[in-house]
T-cell receptor
Framework: DSGVTQTPKHLITATGQRVTLRCSPR?????VYWYQQSLDQGLQFLIQ???????AKGNILERFSAQQFPDLHSELNLSSLELGDSALYFC???????????????FGPGTRLLVL | KNQVEQSPQSLIILEGKNCTLQ??????????LRWYKQDTGRGPVSLTI?????NTKSNGRYTATLDADTKQSSLHITASQLSDSASYIC????????????FGKGTHLIIQP
């Protein structure tokens, strides 16, 4: 158990709908990262928040948005869903902001999204 | 363009045998290289992180090597166990934030009894 929690575990919805994925980081971690993992694409970095502020952006679509709240939990909002958005969405956390500088990221169990 | 290529794509070995997974990268500048283990349907778990100056790092039966000159890394698994069945992902960092991470697509390893 990494200490990172994600809800829900599974989500089934229809095209055009909007969903919200939730992540609680490990106790004491200030950074939260969101990743998308499709079968043929591997892990894709979406966005990072540090202590409530956006810190780094990856291949995140304009239909997707995220935020980090004062209690440090984060939400990823996916709207106007398409079939291709079906994937595993992972949240990770680390203590500081420099997730790319050798600091370990701890991944949550993921949310499996299926868009029908 | 920064890229991380892993080989083989998949591998099947018998329990108790050793195996080596490969990772070639073209990421520049180079900050560090990580290996993750990902069990099916679960989040990745960090195995090792190596910086430019480190060429070997071990974590139990897992040993990672790094050759920064040839831009190659390998992950050697000794005396494999059924619980080693997973995907192994190589991730290379160009420094900076998380947007500097380049992920490989992983090697899917199956250990047969």
């Amino acid at each position: 158990d990494s200490g990172v929690t994600q809800t829900p575990k599974h989500l089934i919805t229809a095209t055009g709908q909007r969903v919200t994925l939730r992540c609680s980081p490990r106790s004491g971690d200030l950074s939260v990262y969101w990743y998308q993992q499709s079968l043929d694409q591997g892990l894709q970095f979406l966005i990072q928040y540090y202590n409530g502020e956006e810190r780094a952006k990856g291949n995140i679509l304009e239909r997707f948005s995220a935020q980090q709240f004062p209690d440090l939990h984060s939400e990823l909002n996916l709207s106007s869903l398409e079939l291709g958005d079906s994937a595993l969405y992972f949240c990770a956390s680390s203590h500081a902001t420099a997730g790319g500088r050798g600091e370990t990221q701890y991944f949550g169990p993921g949310t499996r999204l299926l868009v029908l | 363009k920064n890229q991380v290529e892993q080989s083989p794509q998949s591998l099947i070995i018998l329990e108790g045998k050793n195996c080596t997974l490969q990772c070639n990268y073209t990421v520049s500048p180079f900050s560090n290289l990580r290996w993750y283990k990902q069990d099916t349907g679960r989040g990745p778990v960090s195995l090792t992180i190596m910086t430019f100056s480190e060429n070997t790092k071990s974590n139990g039966r897992y040993t990672a090597t790094l050759d920064a000159d040839t831009k190659q890394s390998s992950l050697h698994i000794t005396a494999s166990q059924l619980s080693d069945s997973a995907s192994y992902i190589c991730v290379v960092s160009a420094g900076g934030g998380a947007d500097g991470l380049t992920f490989g697509k992983g090697t899917h390893l199956i250990i047969q009894p």
